[in-house]
């Protein structure tokens, strides 16, 4: 369906389910690939998991630190955060660099 209606530069498929990512990462090595994770508090094991670098790293944003964050970019991979809903977390996030923001609120996002 992608094939027949989009160009896959506009598609990123996002899975807390590493067994998808692996597929797509396998079958469509081209294709974005955002890693969602319920914590930041073990990235490196994440990855070790996943067993290898997706794009893009989606922890759920409270265990989340700036030395995680700067870690992935060293590894070239884009950290974007679920689900942030005040304007206080966002600019938290911010100011630690992350890439982008999953929220449910964009009218809250700061001025920047």
Known sequence: MINEKLDWSRVNIQSFDFRVLQYMHQAYPKVTLAMLVETAAKPEEQLAELGFDPQIYSPFFPALM?????????KGIKVIPWTVNTTE????????????????????????
Request: aromatic residues 6%; hydrophobic residues 35%; charged residues 25%.
């Open 89 to 112: 977390q966002m600019v938290k996030l911010l100011d630690m660099g992350v890439d982008g923001i999953i929220t449910d609120y964009p009218n809250l996002a700061p001025k920047r």
């Open 66 to 74: 700036k030395e995680t964050v700067d870690n992935f970019h060293q």
